[in-house]
């Protein structure tokens, strides 16, 4: 026979096992999402943060590189449908986690609410550089160039639908020019062709042409930041060259399953902005030209200024998608 009074217990202690589970956690190894491959800005990022994190957190935090498909959709579809447990984050990017909702709508894999923002680690300035062969010597006299000979100059980036492209068309959308858009499999390949000259433009993220533009390899023209970044700080910002708007950011994060415990949440965001906060691991980070989150006072974030954040990213990039017109197969 049931025992009535021992059921009613049960049901009434059901809602601590949540708070319990989660003071357990973690238990067993974890595992950090990158759907990129090995060595791009992500898996750099992605892997200055796990020594830290697996010392805060007691446990190992091992990368696991999920590439293939387009902007990182597979490795951030992989965690939206992931057990809620926390033992499954993403390194999520300005590219699955805004751009692609916009680029490609209903054939997203999964939505933006399948994710819960956890914390803002870095933002990366974009740089936007030509051939040194081409008779520019800032934005403003590309801009010129371009308006005297419309569609005539190639502007490279790593793909269609990347962060890079999407800065190429706010410059194209800014300024009222016309180039045309190259996508190339990788920032390697673009760089090349932009060295050898058969691309005179090229957009791309600092940390992978910054050795090319302080060995004058390549020109830098601007900064895609509100402001000039340490790491080049020659170089003027996209606004101090009369364009404002043209301002883009890549970005990277850490997001985890919807429906993850709040309380773990809390702990991931606690221990990544703890880690950020040490200057060992933050100077790994602004080697790559990268930027402090930004969205709280102390420099850092929140798990709700990370996902207004996010919010306002997937509104500015859609509105870039809709103005350009653009579209992927």
């Known amino acids: 026979m049931i025992d009535r009074r021992a059921l009613m217990g049960g049901i009434a202690l059901a809602p601590l096992a949540r708070p319990a589970f989660a003071q357990a956690w973690p238990s067993r190894p974890i595992r950090l999402v990158v759907g ?36 990182g959709n597979i490795g951030a579809d992989v965690v939206a449908k992931a057990e809620p447990d926390g033992y499954t984050l993403l390194m999520q990017t300005v590219s699955s986690g805004a751009i692609n909702f916009g680029l490609y709508g209903s054939r997203m894999p999964h939505r933006p609410e399948d994710l819960a923002a956890v914390a803002l680690v870095v933002k990366v300035p974009n740089a936007i550089f030509v051939n ?3 008779p520019v010597r800032n934005l403003r ?17 790593s793909g ?28 390697g390949p673009m760089i090349q062709e932009i060295i050898a000259g058969r691309v005179e433009v090229g957009v791309d993220n ?20 509100a402001t000039r970044t340490p790491t080049l700080p020659d170089v003027p910002t996209t606004a101090e060259a009369g364009f404002p708007a043209v301002e883009a950011t890549a ?48 420099g850092l974030s929140t798990p709700e200024t990370f996902q207004a954040f996010i919010t306002a990213e997937i509104a500015k990039w859609g509105e870039v998608v809709r103005r350009g017109n653009i579209t992927v197969d």
Do not use: Y
């Open 36 to 71: 990129f491959p090995p060595g791009g800005t992500t898996d750099l990022a992605a892997r200055v943060l796990i020594e830290p994190l697996t010392t805060r957190l007691g446990q190992s935090v091992v990368v696991e590189n999920r590439p293939g498909g387009s902007g």
């Open 160 to 187: 269609v639908g990347t962060s890079l492209h999407m800065t190429g068309e706010l410059l194209k959308q800014a300024a009222g020019i016309e180039m045309t858009h190259v996508p190339f499999r990788g920032a």
């Open 251 to 298: 970005w990277f994060g850490i997001a985890a399953p919807a429906r993850t415990p709040r309380a773990i949440i809390d702990r991931v965001a606690r221990e990544t902005n703890a880690a950020l906060a040490d200057p060992a691991v933050w100077q790994k980070l602004a080697d790559l030209g990268g930027m402090k989150p930004g969205l709280t006072p102390d």
């Open 206 to 225: 600092l940390p992978s042409v910054i050795g090319h533009l302080r060995e004058g390899r390549l020109r830098p023209l601007a900064v895609t930041t």
């Open 132 to 134: 040194n062969n081409l």
């Open 141 to 157: 006299e590309l801009v010129d160039l371009a308006k005297r000979q419309p569609g005539k100059l190639n502007i490279g980036s």
